[in-house]
């Protein structure tokens, strides 16, 4: 399987997650959007959940027209990332997972980013999604699948744990250096 098409299915299960988040707690979106100046009303915000999880299953069913969706989703939150960087206004969350404490950061960027480009190849490649994964002999679909589940945990690590990890660097004062007398 191609890189594109792993990272695809990585996008696409990040895709379920956290528009199954937006859809059970809307408000660190809501907020975010607000913050930016953008509609940030709950009940649009799960609708961008419930987009977002239809557009993940039928991503994962191979549809072509659900991962150019998925490209067009994971552009426009780049963009958002984008917006709320530039702008510098006081954004204590990106919103992606339904966390009220998610800042964005430059990484943040370069997944959405990366996940955007992956979709959009994914979309004009001949097979996508899980039907790619396990058309595959078997060894090799339960391989794929393997570094898939492992590469979306370490995503959702990086999209999750380091932003709370680079707002709390700034919490910690530096150690008092003491010159010798």
Request: charged share 10%; aromatic share 4%; with cysteine.
């Amino acid at each position: 399987m191609m890189a594109a098409q792993l990272l695809f299915l990585v996008g696409t299960v990040l895709l379920l997650v956290a528009g199954t988040a937006k859809l059970r707690h809307p408000a660190g979106t809501a907020q975010a959007l607000r913050t930016q100046g953008l509609p940030g009303d709950a009940r649009l915000v799960r609708a961008l959940g419930g987009a977002e999880v239809l557009v993940a299953a039928g991503s994962l069913a191979g549809l072509a027209v659900a991962a150019w969706a998925s490209a067009a989703l994971y552009a426009g939150f780049t963009g958002f990332v984008v917006l709320a960087l530039t702008r510098r206004r006081p954004l204590s969350s990106c919103g992606c997972f339904g966390e009220p404490d998610l800042p964005p950061t430059r990484v943040h960027v370069a997944v959405t980013a990366a996940l955007a480009l992956a979709a959009g190849a994914a979309a004009l490649g001949p097979a996508r999604g899980l039907n790619a994964a396990l058309a595959a002999p078997a060894a090799q679909a339960v391989a794929t699948l393997l570094v898939a589940a492992v590469l979306t945990g370490l995503t959702l690590l990086v999209l999750t744990a380091l932003p709370r990890l680079v707002a709390a660097r700034h919490l910690v004062r530096p150690p008092i250096r003491r010159t010798p007398a």
